[in-house]
């Protein structure tokens, strides 16, 4: 079972792009799309459940809720899970500028705990001077995930430029994952992120990511499993292979409690 984690695709997209997102997601057996901030939340949620009900067998979709403009109540995650269909939610604190531990943000998360539904938490740092990094760190998420301690977390791209705080995070707390987006080309980067997470002993706890439209998941597989090829005749450390294997198999899905029908 491979699930790619990490994909989006605009709510205004052409027939072109969809295409696109759609001929990537074949590398997998499931991808879940995460929905992206625009001014009518509502309107993108809408799209994307049309658009992952086309492809029910190949797409799981999470709404986008900023819970400081969005309703966050029961009623409303029920809507999204039992008339939309969505299977998670996307948060995006940087880019929103939301602390992630917001008042209406604890509703939310208090909801999404009984709902079951897993929140995915965008990491935007690199999006543009408008954002706010204090929020984009992973040592915020410690809060929440102390109140909710059933609520599934998965902390998008490794919590970057964090790394060592989403680490310490995903090994604290059971239901806490962290998305490992590969960006092919940046190959210190990726080198010392595995191994770090080898290090903590939390490789357990990556989740397999394209970010597509940024990366795709054939590309990113190839990368992985090439990883210790990386090095060479180097004499730094490796990881073994199975390790890394098991994070592209890993049924994302069944962690995080979703039923793809």
Known sequence: MIVDCHTHLEH????IARSAHLAASETVD?????????????EVNATLSDYVARHKEKMVGFAV????KDKVGLSSLKSIKEKLRL????????????????????????????????VFF???????????LDYAQP????????????????????????????????????????????????????????????EHDVMDKLLFGSGFPAG???TCIETLLGFNKLLGDTNLPTVPRGS????????????LGIRNE
């Open 65 to 68: 809720i900023e819970p400081t």
């Open 139 to 198: 040592l915020l998420l410690d809060e929440v995930a102390r109140n909710f301690p059933a609520l599934k977390i998965i902390v998008g791209d490794m919590g970057r430029p964090f790394l060592d705080q989403t680490l310490c995070l995903v090994a604290k707390h059971e239901n806490a994952y962290a998305d490992l987006t590969i960006k092919r080309g940046s190959i210190w980067q990726i080198y010392n992120t595995i191994v770090a997470a080898h």
């Open 216 to 218: 795709e998941a054939g």
């Open 244 to 255: 890394i294997r098991n994070i592209i198999e890993r049924n994302t899905l069944e962690l």
């Open 30 to 42: 499931v991808c879940i799309v995460l929905a992206q901030p625009a001014e009518s939340n509502d």
């Open 12 to 15: 205004d997209a052409d027939d």
């Open 87 to 118: 299977s998670g939610a996307a948060l995006y604190c940087s880019s929103c500028g939301f602390h992630p531990s917001h008042s209406r943000a604890m509703r939310f998360y208090e909801a999404a705990e009984q709902m079951g539904l897993p």
């Open 122 to 132: 965008h990491n935007d740092w690199d999006d543009g001077p408008g954002g706010v």
